[in-house]
């Protein structure tokens, strides 16, 4: 009997994140992969010390990076440096990489929040009531604040931070994709209630929307996040790429749905282990 795909699985079960129970989604994704591979489980800062005995390693809800910024660089400098299939990728452009994706994704004209980091730069915001602040390694709204038109000025840009206009959006939408293919979305009706997600049916222009910035970011396997805000005008913007570890809300979609996530992901992850058997 061939051997089955060895994976390593990383993920923090007791991060707590504000209404949502991480550990439940990565307990249940879990056990449903291994009936493709053999699994192990482990804490983001054991990755260094186990990973070279898998055939892959899956980064999923492991916390914010800010929280062991240390322990991470020390595993993308050894993952790297050893050519370790890590899933997603490493080459990720998006939050993988910080906020800088904001400001190209502004230049470049994308249907984006507009996003300035330098006081020379705040003419080109929209006037709105208020403007958000945001550091550019921010994750889960750490360090967000909101400020007056007349505090943009003195904000302190050299420490590296982004400002955006405060929308008065409709709602949010998130988009799910493995590879490049849209699995499912959901959306949250009361912008009061972000946390509380429902499906969502998108439109043709909707998917046109999300598929564009996973075209941009140029992952050939991985799982991403398409976060949107529906503007007053009736256009979506992009909030956020998420192509390092997104939540995926799993709970709230019906079985088939689910199922076919899992399908596609273990699709997904089994060739980038026969693309790394092919090139060995």
Known sequence: MPRRPRVLYVTDLAYEARGRRYCDEDIRLASRLRAWFDLALCHPLDAVALMDGFDAVVVR????????????????ARALERGTNVYNPLT?????????????????????????????????????????????????????????????????????????????????????FVD???QYALYAPDPDRRWELVPYEPTDADREFARSFIEWNGLAHGIQRVDACRAPEGDLLL???????????????DE??????????????????DARTALN
């Open 239 to 253: 909030v956020e790429l998420e192509d390092l570890n997104p939540y995926l809300s799993l709970d709230l979609v």
């Open 61 to 76: 809800n492991s916390g914010p990076v800010l929280g062991y910024q240390e322990g991470y660089e020390a595993f993308r």
């Open 256 to 273: 088939a749905t689910r199922t076919a996530f899992v399908r596609a992901m273990a699709d997904s992850v089994n060739a980038t282990i």
């Open 92 to 176: 990720g452009r998006a939050d993988m990489a910080g906020k800088q994706y904001l400001l190209d994704l502004t230049t470049a004209g994308y249907p984006v929040i507009p996003t300035v980091d330098r006081a020379e730069d705040l003419d080109r915001l929209p006037r709105a009531d208020a403007y958000v602040a945001k550091p550019k390694l921010g994750a889960d709204s750490i360090g967000l604040r909101f400020v007056r038109p007349e505090e943009l000025a003195g904000l302190p840009y050299a420490d590296g931070i982004l400002v955006q206009p405060r929308i008065d959006f409709t709602y949010e939408v998130s988009f799910y």
């Open 180 to 182: 490049d293919r849209l």
